[in-house]
T-cell receptor, first 115, second 113 residues
Framework: KAGVTQTPRYLIKTRGQQVTLSCSPI?????VSWYQQTPGQGLQFLFE???????NKGNFPGRFSGRQFSNSRSEMNVSTLELGDSALYLC??????????????FGPGTRLTVT | DQQVKQNSPSLSVQEGRISILNCDYT??????FLWYKKYPAEGPTFLIS?????DKNEDGRFTVFLNKSAKHLSLHIVPSQPGDSAVYFC????????????FGTGTQLKVEL
């Protein structure tokens, strides 16, 4: 079974631009979450989606948004990029949301560099 | 406010010996804890988890211990192998929190020959 895939793997953008990152979950997984990893803050939860609905959101500004499609694929968008948005963005998929014991599986991440 | 803390940014252990990675948390509402391993240029990989109703869970060379009164958990790896060299993250979740995991900042484990 293929794992979580994320595209692109690397991205360089300029301050003020916007960016869209894509995530395809493991086949059959319907729950997708996004995390931001930075050296200073570690891994921080951005949001989660299930059945095309955002179920939970972390403490990030409104410039960060996401969506999920009917095939469970998800995208996240960051508008008006700032230097501090440079990070590794990780997507995780799960069979079903919320139930303990069903672990989340992470993709390799998208490395975003804002210059 | 860092609710999950890993106070040791790095740990070096000899091959064959025990590796003990520690994690502390402040939110007593957390009821499920996980350990993830991360290699460079890869996403975190799930290792082992424990529910708050237990105090120990084993899976092969990996054992997680939970001390709820101290709000402390630890991961034991016995015996340590060079392939275990990676960054280890502990994470916590709570019922009703959906998929949200609160991660520690990670411990870089180096297993030396």
């Amino acid at each position: 079974k293929a794992g979580v895939t994320q595209t692109p793997r690397y991205l360089i953008k300029t301050r003020g631009q916007q960016v869209t990152l894509s995530c395809s979950p493991i086949s059959g997984h319907r729950s997708v979450s996004w995390y931001q990893q930075t050296p200073g803050q570690g891994l921080q939860f951005l949001f989660e989606y299930f059945s095309e609905t955002q179920r939970n959101k972390g403490n990030f500004p409104g410039r960060f948004s996401g969506r999920q499609f009917s095939n469970s694929r998800s995208e996240m968008n960051v508008s008006t990029l700032e230097l501090g948005d440079s990070a590794l963005y990780l997507c995780a998929s799960r069979l079903t949301p919320g139930l303990a014991g069903y672990e989340q599986y992470f993709g390799p991440g998208t490395r975003l560099t804002v210059t | 406010d860092q609710q999950v803390k890993q106070n040791s940014p790095s740990l070096s252990v000899q091959e064959g010996r025990i590796s003990i990675l520690n994690c502390d948390y402040t939110n007593s509402m957390f009821d499920y804890f996980l350990w993830y391993k991360k290699y460079p240029a890869e996403g975190p990989t799930f290792l082992i988890s424990i529910s708050s109703i237990k105090d120990k869970n084993e899976d092969g060379r990996f054992t997680v211990f939970l001390n709820k009164s101290a709000k402390h958990l630890s991961l034991h790896i016995v015996p340590s192998q060079p392939g275990d060299s990676a960054v280890y993250f502990c994470a916590a979740s709570l019922t009703g929190g959906g998929n949200k995991l609160t991660f520690g900042t990670g411990t870089q484990l180096k297993v030396e020959l």
